[in-house]
Protein backbone atom coordinates (compact mmCIF):
# COMPACT_ATOMS: atom_id res chain seq x y z
CA UNK A 1 0.00 0.00 0.00
CA UNK A 2 1.04 3.40 -1.06
CA UNK A 3 0.35 6.85 0.65
CA UNK A 4 1.08 10.10 0.31
CA UNK A 5 1.26 11.92 3.51
CA UNK A 6 0.86 16.09 2.75
CA UNK A 7 1.34 18.34 5.49
CA UNK A 8 2.72 22.04 6.37
CA UNK A 9 5.31 20.87 8.61
CA UNK A 10 7.28 17.95 10.09
CA UNK A 11 9.58 17.04 12.85
CA UNK A 12 12.31 17.55 13.04
CA UNK A 13 12.58 19.19 9.92
CA UNK A 14 10.00 22.03 10.57
CA UNK A 15 7.82 22.32 13.62
CA UNK A 16 5.39 24.86 15.24
CA UNK A 17 2.88 22.55 16.80
CA UNK A 18 1.57 19.10 17.36
CA UNK A 19 0.90 18.60 13.58
CA UNK A 20 4.57 18.22 12.93
CA UNK A 21 4.70 15.89 15.73
CA UNK A 22 2.29 13.77 14.29
CA UNK A 23 3.66 13.97 10.26
CA UNK A 24 6.96 13.26 11.71
CA UNK A 25 6.17 9.98 13.50
CA UNK A 26 2.89 8.43 11.82
CA UNK A 27 4.29 7.88 8.61
CA UNK A 28 7.52 6.07 10.06
CA UNK A 29 4.82 3.81 12.63
CA UNK A 30 3.04 3.12 8.78
CA UNK A 31 6.38 2.17 7.59
CA UNK A 32 7.00 -0.42 10.17
CA UNK A 33 3.87 -2.13 9.21
CA UNK A 34 4.91 -2.48 5.60
CA UNK A 35 3.21 0.51 4.18
CA UNK A 36 5.38 2.78 1.47
CA UNK A 37 3.98 6.28 2.75
CA UNK A 38 6.24 8.91 1.66
CA UNK A 39 5.79 13.23 3.04
CA UNK A 40 5.36 15.81 0.89
CA UNK A 41 6.18 19.04 2.68
CA UNK A 42 6.91 22.38 1.52
CA UNK A 43 10.54 23.40 1.11
CA UNK A 44 11.17 25.85 3.64
CA UNK A 45 14.41 27.83 4.44
CA UNK A 46 14.70 25.74 7.70
CA UNK A 47 14.19 22.55 6.19
CA UNK A 48 16.27 22.96 2.97
CA UNK A 49 19.00 23.52 5.24
CA UNK A 50 18.56 20.42 7.26
CA UNK A 51 18.61 18.27 3.84
CA UNK A 52 20.78 15.38 4.19
CA UNK A 53 20.38 13.92 0.36
CA UNK A 54 18.22 15.68 -2.08
CA UNK A 55 17.83 14.01 -5.82
CA UNK A 56 15.68 16.39 -8.45
CA UNK A 57 12.95 14.48 -9.88
CA UNK A 58 10.10 16.86 -11.10
CA UNK A 59 9.74 20.24 -12.45
CA UNK A 60 6.66 22.05 -12.64
CA UNK A 61 6.78 25.28 -14.95
CA UNK A 62 3.12 25.84 -14.76
CA UNK A 63 2.22 27.72 -11.71
CA UNK A 64 1.70 31.70 -11.22
CA UNK A 65 2.26 33.94 -8.12
CA UNK A 66 0.23 35.81 -6.65
CA UNK A 67 0.77 38.79 -8.74
CA UNK A 68 0.39 36.32 -11.55
CA UNK A 69 4.30 36.20 -12.43
CA UNK A 70 5.45 32.87 -13.74
CA UNK A 71 6.58 30.69 -10.89
CA UNK A 72 9.71 28.01 -10.99
CA UNK A 73 8.64 24.88 -9.05
CA UNK A 74 10.93 21.48 -8.07
CA UNK A 75 10.24 18.68 -6.54
CA UNK A 76 13.05 16.79 -4.43
CA UNK A 77 13.18 13.41 -3.17
CA UNK A 78 15.20 13.65 0.17
CA UNK A 79 16.38 11.77 3.30
CA UNK A 80 17.22 12.55 7.02
CA UNK A 81 19.52 10.53 8.84
CA UNK A 82 17.66 8.65 11.45
CA UNK A 83 14.58 8.23 9.39
CA UNK A 84 13.69 6.30 6.71
CA UNK A 85 10.87 7.71 5.53
CA UNK A 86 11.39 9.09 2.01
CA UNK A 87 10.05 12.92 1.80
CA UNK A 88 8.95 14.86 -1.45
CA UNK A 89 10.05 18.70 -0.72
CA UNK A 90 8.26 21.63 -3.23
CA UNK A 91 11.10 23.96 -3.17
CA UNK A 92 10.02 27.07 -4.77
CA UNK A 93 11.71 30.30 -3.22
CA UNK A 94 9.44 32.23 -4.61
CA UNK A 95 6.89 31.69 -2.23
CA UNK A 96 8.70 29.70 0.62
CA UNK A 97 11.65 31.06 1.11
CA UNK A 98 10.57 33.49 3.99
CA UNK A 99 12.82 35.22 6.54
CA UNK A 100 10.17 34.37 9.37
CA UNK A 101 8.20 31.07 10.11
CA UNK A 102 6.23 29.02 7.48
CA UNK A 103 2.98 30.99 8.00
CA UNK A 104 4.04 34.47 8.80
CA UNK A 105 7.16 37.15 9.31
CA UNK A 106 9.32 37.86 11.81
CA UNK A 107 6.65 40.40 13.45
CA UNK A 108 3.70 37.15 13.73
CA UNK A 109 1.56 39.03 10.77
CA UNK A 110 0.14 36.22 8.16
CA UNK A 111 2.03 36.09 4.75
CA UNK A 112 -0.33 37.81 2.63
CA UNK A 113 -0.22 35.41 -0.27
CA UNK A 114 -0.82 32.54 1.93
CA UNK A 115 -3.71 31.26 -0.02
CA UNK A 116 -1.25 30.79 -3.20
CA UNK A 117 1.35 29.46 -1.28
CA UNK A 118 -0.36 26.53 0.13
CA UNK A 119 -3.07 26.04 -2.88
CA UNK A 120 0.59 25.54 -4.91
CA UNK A 121 1.32 22.58 -2.02
CA UNK A 122 -2.31 21.44 -2.76
CA UNK A 123 -2.19 21.66 -6.83
CA UNK A 124 1.68 19.23 -6.36
CA UNK A 125 -0.36 17.02 -4.02
CA UNK A 126 -3.24 16.45 -6.48
CA UNK A 127 -0.46 15.85 -9.80
CA UNK A 128 1.45 13.43 -7.32
CA UNK A 129 -1.86 11.64 -6.80
CA UNK A 130 -3.18 11.52 -10.18
CA UNK A 131 -2.72 9.58 -13.52
CA UNK A 132 -0.50 11.90 -15.15
CA UNK A 133 2.17 12.40 -12.57
CA UNK A 134 5.33 13.09 -13.46
CA UNK A 135 7.09 10.56 -11.23
CA UNK A 136 7.18 6.85 -10.91
CA UNK A 137 5.20 6.06 -7.95
CA UNK A 138 1.63 6.45 -7.47
CA UNK A 139 -0.15 6.56 -4.32
CA UNK A 140 -2.88 4.12 -3.63
CA UNK A 141 -4.81 6.93 -1.02
CA UNK A 142 -3.61 10.93 -0.99
CA UNK A 143 -3.87 11.84 2.82
CA UNK A 144 -3.70 15.42 3.53
CA UNK A 145 -3.94 17.46 7.22
CA UNK A 146 -5.28 20.42 8.29
CA UNK A 147 -6.38 23.84 5.81
CA UNK A 148 -2.91 23.86 4.52
CA UNK A 149 -3.41 20.97 2.45
CA UNK A 150 -6.93 21.27 1.85
CA UNK A 151 -7.20 22.44 -1.54
CA UNK A 152 -5.91 19.43 -2.65
CA UNK A 153 -8.78 16.99 -2.58
CA UNK A 154 -10.38 19.57 -4.28
CA UNK A 155 -8.22 19.84 -7.44
CA UNK A 156 -8.10 15.98 -7.40
CA UNK A 157 -11.69 15.28 -7.48
CA UNK A 158 -12.36 18.79 -10.01
CA UNK A 159 -10.11 16.73 -12.28
CA UNK A 160 -11.96 14.23 -12.20
CA UNK A 161 -9.29 11.93 -10.45
CA UNK A 162 -11.03 8.94 -8.20
CA UNK A 163 -7.91 8.18 -6.21
CA UNK A 164 -9.30 7.77 -2.38
CA UNK A 165 -8.52 10.94 -0.13
CA UNK A 166 -8.32 11.14 3.50
CA UNK A 167 -8.42 14.63 5.15
CA UNK A 168 -6.93 15.41 8.68
CA UNK A 169 -7.98 17.76 11.06
CA UNK A 170 -5.82 18.71 13.67
CA UNK A 171 -7.50 21.54 15.16
CA UNK A 172 -10.92 22.56 13.48
CA UNK A 173 -10.18 26.41 14.60
CA UNK A 174 -8.03 27.03 11.97
CA UNK A 175 -9.85 27.07 8.94
CA UNK A 176 -7.93 28.55 5.98
CA UNK A 177 -10.82 31.65 5.32
CA UNK A 178 -10.11 33.53 2.27
CA UNK A 179 -11.36 36.72 0.54
CA UNK A 180 -14.13 34.78 -2.76
CA UNK A 181 -11.84 36.69 -4.80
CA UNK A 182 -8.98 34.73 -4.17
CA UNK A 183 -10.75 31.71 -5.98
CA UNK A 184 -9.94 33.07 -9.34
CA UNK A 185 -6.31 32.98 -9.20
CA UNK A 186 -6.44 29.26 -7.82
CA UNK A 187 -6.61 27.44 -10.31
CA UNK A 188 -10.23 26.62 -9.57
CA UNK A 189 -13.50 26.55 -11.27
CA UNK A 190 -15.90 29.55 -10.34
CA UNK A 191 -18.87 26.50 -9.87
CA UNK A 192 -16.81 25.17 -7.08
CA UNK A 193 -17.51 28.13 -4.82
CA UNK A 194 -21.07 27.09 -3.41
CA UNK A 195 -21.73 25.21 -0.30
CA UNK A 196 -21.23 22.14 -1.95
CA UNK A 197 -18.00 22.76 -2.26
CA UNK A 198 -15.28 25.63 -1.29
CA UNK A 199 -17.49 28.34 -0.03
CA UNK A 200 -18.08 28.92 3.76
CA UNK A 201 -20.18 31.81 5.01
CA UNK A 202 -19.29 34.05 1.97
CA UNK A 203 -15.28 33.52 1.93
CA UNK A 204 -13.19 30.66 0.49
CA UNK A 205 -12.49 28.16 3.40
CA UNK A 206 -9.21 25.78 2.45
CA UNK A 207 -10.30 23.24 5.06
CA UNK A 208 -13.98 23.42 3.74
CA UNK A 209 -12.90 21.98 0.91
CA UNK A 210 -10.82 19.68 2.35
CA UNK A 211 -13.98 18.18 4.40
CA UNK A 212 -16.19 18.48 1.70
CA UNK A 213 -14.14 16.30 -1.39
CA UNK A 214 -12.29 13.63 1.09
CA UNK A 215 -13.74 10.29 0.68
CA UNK A 216 -13.02 9.89 4.61
CA UNK A 217 -12.40 12.36 7.37
CA UNK A 218 -10.46 11.91 10.53
CA UNK A 219 -9.37 13.79 13.86
CA UNK A 220 -6.92 12.95 16.68
CA UNK A 221 -9.11 11.49 19.05
CA UNK A 222 -12.46 9.98 19.33
CA UNK A 223 -14.33 12.53 21.77
CA UNK A 224 -13.01 15.46 19.28
CA UNK A 225 -14.50 13.52 16.59
CA UNK A 226 -18.04 13.66 18.04
CA UNK A 227 -17.35 17.32 19.92
CA UNK A 228 -16.94 19.43 16.16
CA UNK A 229 -20.26 17.87 15.29
CA UNK A 230 -21.71 20.30 18.04
CA UNK A 231 -22.68 23.76 17.62
CA UNK A 232 -19.76 24.39 20.79
CA UNK A 233 -16.70 22.95 19.07
CA UNK A 234 -17.74 23.05 15.48
CA UNK A 235 -16.82 26.50 14.79
CA UNK A 236 -19.17 26.73 12.05
CA UNK A 237 -18.76 23.81 10.17
CA UNK A 238 -20.73 21.16 12.34
CA UNK A 239 -23.55 20.94 10.06
CA UNK A 240 -20.89 19.65 7.20
CA UNK A 241 -19.59 17.47 9.57
CA UNK A 242 -22.49 15.76 11.35
CA UNK A 243 -24.04 14.86 7.86
CA UNK A 244 -20.50 13.18 6.92
CA UNK A 245 -20.46 10.95 10.50
CA UNK A 246 -20.19 7.67 8.86
CA UNK A 247 -16.81 8.83 6.57
CA UNK A 248 -15.82 10.70 9.78
CA UNK A 249 -13.57 8.91 12.67
CA UNK A 250 -11.01 9.66 15.49
CA UNK A 251 -7.74 8.08 15.71
CA UNK A 252 -6.14 9.19 18.84
CA UNK A 253 -2.53 10.46 18.25
CA UNK A 254 0.00 8.59 19.64
CA UNK A 255 3.63 10.12 21.00
CA UNK A 256 7.54 9.58 20.40
CA UNK A 257 8.61 6.92 22.45
CA UNK A 258 11.81 6.71 21.61
CA UNK A 259 12.28 10.79 22.34
CA UNK A 260 9.98 10.38 24.50
CA UNK A 261 11.52 8.01 27.45
CA UNK A 262 12.78 8.89 30.88
CA UNK A 263 14.95 5.91 30.93
CA UNK A 264 17.25 7.16 28.41
CA UNK A 265 16.12 10.76 27.71
CA UNK A 266 19.06 12.89 26.43
CA UNK A 267 17.75 16.16 28.04
CA UNK A 268 17.84 14.62 31.56
CA UNK A 269 20.52 14.10 34.29
CA UNK A 270 18.77 11.35 35.77
CA UNK A 271 17.04 8.44 34.25
CA UNK A 272 13.90 6.70 36.04
CA UNK A 273 11.24 4.26 34.83
CA UNK A 274 7.81 2.28 36.38
CA UNK A 275 9.67 0.18 38.21
CA UNK A 276 12.85 2.24 39.54
CA UNK A 277 11.02 5.58 40.83
CA UNK A 278 14.22 7.16 42.44
CA UNK A 279 15.66 9.22 39.46
CA UNK A 280 12.64 11.21 39.50
CA UNK A 281 12.90 12.75 42.88
CA UNK A 282 16.68 13.56 41.10
CA UNK A 283 14.98 14.77 38.69
CA UNK A 284 13.00 17.24 40.45
CA UNK A 285 15.35 18.19 42.60
CA UNK A 286 17.82 19.51 39.21
CA UNK A 287 14.59 21.25 37.95
CA UNK A 288 14.08 23.19 41.45
CA UNK A 289 17.91 24.13 41.31
CA UNK A 290 17.63 25.07 37.55
CA UNK A 291 14.46 27.35 37.87
CA UNK A 292 15.57 28.38 41.29
CA UNK A 293 12.53 27.00 43.08
CA UNK A 294 13.20 26.34 46.79
CA UNK A 295 15.03 22.87 47.05
CA UNK A 296 11.93 20.98 48.78
CA UNK A 297 11.69 17.57 48.63
CA UNK A 298 7.55 17.04 49.62
CA UNK A 299 6.16 19.97 48.08
CA UNK A 300 3.87 18.99 45.72
CA UNK A 301 5.66 20.63 42.37
CA UNK A 302 3.07 21.45 39.34
CA UNK A 303 4.51 21.83 36.15
CA UNK A 304 2.38 23.67 33.06
CA UNK A 305 4.18 23.64 29.16
CA UNK A 306 1.50 25.65 26.95
CA UNK A 307 0.94 28.29 24.80
CA UNK A 308 -0.18 30.72 26.57
CA UNK A 309 -3.42 30.72 25.68
CA UNK A 310 -7.42 31.71 26.68
CA UNK A 311 -7.82 28.10 24.96
CA UNK A 312 -5.32 26.71 26.92
CA UNK A 313 -6.97 27.50 30.44
CA UNK A 314 -3.95 29.25 31.35
CA UNK A 315 -6.89 31.58 32.70
CA UNK A 316 -8.25 29.17 35.09
CA UNK A 317 -4.73 28.26 36.11
CA UNK A 318 -3.81 32.24 37.31
CA UNK A 319 -7.15 32.10 39.14
CA UNK A 320 -5.80 29.34 41.38
CA UNK A 321 -2.53 29.95 41.52
CA UNK A 322 -2.31 31.47 45.08
CA UNK A 323 -4.43 28.57 46.49
CA UNK A 324 -1.76 26.06 45.07
CA UNK A 325 0.98 28.56 47.04
CA UNK A 326 -0.94 28.14 50.40
CA UNK A 327 -1.21 24.78 50.16
CA UNK A 328 2.39 24.12 49.73
CA UNK A 329 2.87 23.75 46.16
CA UNK A 330 5.22 25.46 43.64
CA UNK A 331 4.92 25.67 39.71
CA UNK A 332 7.14 25.74 37.13
CA UNK A 333 5.75 27.14 34.18
CA UNK A 334 7.27 27.20 29.99
CA UNK A 335 5.50 28.96 27.56
CA UNK A 336 4.31 31.90 25.69
CA UNK A 337 1.26 33.30 23.43
CA UNK A 338 -1.02 36.10 24.29
CA UNK A 339 0.60 39.20 26.09
CA UNK A 340 -1.96 39.43 28.72
CA UNK A 341 -1.21 36.31 30.29
CA UNK A 342 2.41 36.51 29.63
CA UNK A 343 2.08 40.34 31.74
CA UNK A 344 -0.07 38.26 34.79
CA UNK A 345 2.22 35.34 34.86
CA UNK A 346 5.64 37.31 35.11
CA UNK A 347 3.13 38.88 38.46
CA UNK A 348 2.70 35.31 39.12
CA UNK A 349 6.31 34.82 39.87
CA UNK A 350 7.21 38.14 41.52
CA UNK A 351 4.53 37.93 44.32
CA UNK A 352 5.87 34.17 45.16
CA UNK A 353 9.63 34.26 44.37
CA UNK A 354 11.46 30.84 44.90
CA UNK A 355 7.81 29.08 44.68
CA UNK A 356 6.59 29.63 41.17
CA UNK A 357 8.80 30.24 37.90
CA UNK A 358 8.32 30.83 34.63
CA UNK A 359 10.44 30.82 31.46
CA UNK A 360 8.75 33.04 28.83
CA UNK A 361 9.42 31.27 25.45
CA UNK A 362 10.34 27.51 24.37
CA UNK A 363 13.16 25.60 25.46
CA UNK A 364 13.04 21.82 24.25
CA UNK A 365 15.12 20.45 26.71
CA UNK A 366 13.61 22.15 29.71
CA UNK A 367 9.73 20.61 28.50
CA UNK A 368 11.74 17.46 29.31
CA UNK A 369 12.68 18.32 32.66
CA UNK A 370 9.42 19.48 33.48
CA UNK A 371 7.91 16.23 32.43
CA UNK A 372 10.38 14.43 34.86
CA UNK A 373 10.71 17.02 37.60
CA UNK A 374 7.24 17.90 38.00
CA UNK A 375 4.20 15.81 40.45
CA UNK A 376 1.45 16.81 39.05
CA UNK A 377 0.71 18.34 35.40
CA UNK A 378 -2.09 20.84 34.49
CA UNK A 379 -3.48 20.88 31.57
CA UNK A 380 -6.67 22.58 31.61
CA UNK A 381 -7.58 23.05 27.86
CA UNK A 382 -11.70 24.54 26.99
CA UNK A 383 -10.63 22.25 24.22
CA UNK A 384 -7.96 19.81 23.08
CA UNK A 385 -8.26 18.00 19.71
CA UNK A 386 -5.56 15.23 20.82
CA UNK A 387 -3.19 16.63 22.94
CA UNK A 388 0.57 15.11 23.83
CA UNK A 389 1.56 17.09 26.99
CA UNK A 390 -0.46 14.62 29.06
CA UNK A 391 0.62 11.47 27.46
CA UNK A 392 4.13 12.58 27.73
CA UNK A 393 3.33 13.37 31.81
CA UNK A 394 1.60 9.82 32.19
CA UNK A 395 4.94 8.32 30.66
CA UNK A 396 7.06 10.33 32.81
CA UNK A 397 5.25 10.07 36.29
CA UNK A 398 4.05 13.34 36.30
CA UNK A 399 0.27 12.90 37.34
CA UNK A 400 -2.12 15.11 34.89
CA UNK A 401 -4.99 17.16 35.78
CA UNK A 402 -7.22 17.49 32.86
CA UNK A 403 -10.66 19.65 31.51
CA UNK A 404 -12.39 16.41 30.29
CA UNK A 405 -12.29 17.59 26.53
CA UNK A 406 -11.34 15.93 23.17
CA UNK A 407 -7.73 13.50 23.55
CA UNK A 408 -7.40 14.69 27.67
CA UNK A 409 -10.69 12.95 27.93
CA UNK A 410 -9.71 10.06 26.23
CA UNK A 411 -6.15 9.43 27.41
CA UNK A 412 -6.66 9.89 31.33
CA UNK A 413 -8.34 8.05 33.25
CA UNK A 414 -10.16 9.80 36.77
CA UNK A 415 -8.54 8.96 39.97
CA UNK A 416 -6.50 5.77 37.89
CA UNK A 417 -3.96 7.73 35.91
CA UNK A 418 -4.66 11.28 37.03
CA UNK A 419 -7.71 13.49 37.57
CA UNK A 420 -10.32 14.46 35.68
CA UNK A 421 -12.87 17.97 35.85
CA UNK A 422 -16.11 18.76 33.69
CA UNK A 423 -16.66 22.09 33.98
CA UNK A 424 -14.18 24.73 32.98
CA UNK A 425 -13.91 27.19 35.62
CA UNK A 426 -11.41 28.01 38.18
CA UNK A 427 -13.66 26.25 40.72
CA UNK A 428 -14.32 22.79 39.08
CA UNK A 429 -10.03 22.95 38.45
CA UNK A 430 -9.37 24.21 42.57
CA UNK A 431 -11.17 20.52 43.42
CA UNK A 432 -9.27 18.69 41.37
CA UNK A 433 -6.15 19.93 42.32
CA UNK A 434 -7.56 19.37 45.61
CA UNK A 435 -8.02 15.97 45.39
CA UNK A 436 -4.26 16.05 44.23
CA UNK A 437 -2.65 17.39 47.13
CA UNK A 438 -5.17 15.38 49.39
CA UNK A 439 -3.48 12.31 47.06
CA UNK A 440 -0.02 13.34 47.31
CA UNK A 441 0.97 12.79 50.80
CA UNK A 442 -0.35 9.40 50.70
CA UNK A 443 2.71 7.85 49.11
CA UNK A 444 1.49 4.14 48.40
CA UNK A 445 -1.78 5.52 47.01
CA UNK A 446 0.50 8.27 44.58
CA UNK A 447 2.84 5.79 44.03
CA UNK A 448 -0.22 3.63 42.43
CA UNK A 449 -1.53 6.45 40.44
CA UNK A 450 2.34 7.52 39.00
CA UNK A 451 2.91 3.68 37.94
CA UNK A 452 -0.57 2.95 36.78
CA UNK A 453 -0.09 6.41 34.42
CA UNK A 454 3.64 5.01 33.13
CA UNK A 455 2.34 1.76 32.21
CA UNK A 456 -0.11 2.86 29.78
CA UNK A 457 1.10 2.55 26.05
CA UNK A 458 0.41 5.89 24.14
CA UNK A 459 2.88 4.56 21.22
CA UNK A 460 2.04 4.61 17.34
CA UNK A 461 1.46 1.62 17.23
CA UNK A 462 -1.80 1.32 18.02
CA UNK A 463 -2.78 4.73 15.85
CA UNK A 464 -0.67 3.21 12.58
CA UNK A 465 -2.98 0.22 12.58
CA UNK A 466 -6.16 2.06 12.74
CA UNK A 467 -4.92 3.82 9.72
CA UNK A 468 -3.97 1.15 8.21
CA UNK A 469 -7.67 -0.52 8.36
CA UNK A 470 -8.86 2.59 7.37
CA UNK A 471 -6.70 2.58 4.45
CA UNK A 472 -7.62 -0.70 3.71
CA UNK A 473 -11.02 0.48 3.74
CA UNK A 474 -10.97 2.96 1.04
CA UNK A 475 -9.56 0.80 -2.00
CA UNK A 476 -11.49 -0.75 -4.02
CA UNK A 477 -12.01 -4.52 -3.94
CA UNK A 478 -9.97 -6.50 -6.05
CA UNK A 479 -11.85 -8.15 -8.86
Given at each position: ?????????????I?T?G?A???????????K?????R??L?G????????E??????????????????????????????????????????VF????G?????D???Y?D??H???L????A??L??A???ID?Q???L???D?Q????????????????I??????????G??????LT????????????????Y???S?????L???????TV???Y????????????M????????????G??????????????D????C????R??????????K???E??L??LA?????GI?????H???L??V???AD??ID?G????M????EK??E???????????G??A?L?????G?S???E?G????L?P????P?G?N?????R?????IV??????RD???D?VT????H???P??L???????????P????W?K??Q?????D?SW?????????????????E?
Open positions: MRILFVASEAAPLKGLDVSGALPSALRIGIDCVLPYPVVMYKLSTRQVARFDQFLDAEGKPLAARLLLCGISGSDTPIYVLDAPAARAGPYQDSGIDPNARFALSQVAIAGASPWPDIHCNWTGLAPAYLRLSGNQTPVMTVHNLAYQIFPPKTHLNLPVSSFSIEGTEYGNLFLKAGYYANHITSPTALEIQQPHLGMGQGLLASRQHQLSILNGIDTDEWNPAARHLREFNAALAGKKQCKHLQELGEPNAPLFIARMAQKGDLLAIGIRGQIALGTGSIIAVRALVARHPKVAIGYNELHRIASDIFMSLFECLQMYSLYGSVPHATGGLTVEGGFVFQPTHAWLAVERALDLYQKPAKLVTGMNRFNKSALAYQALYQSLLPLA
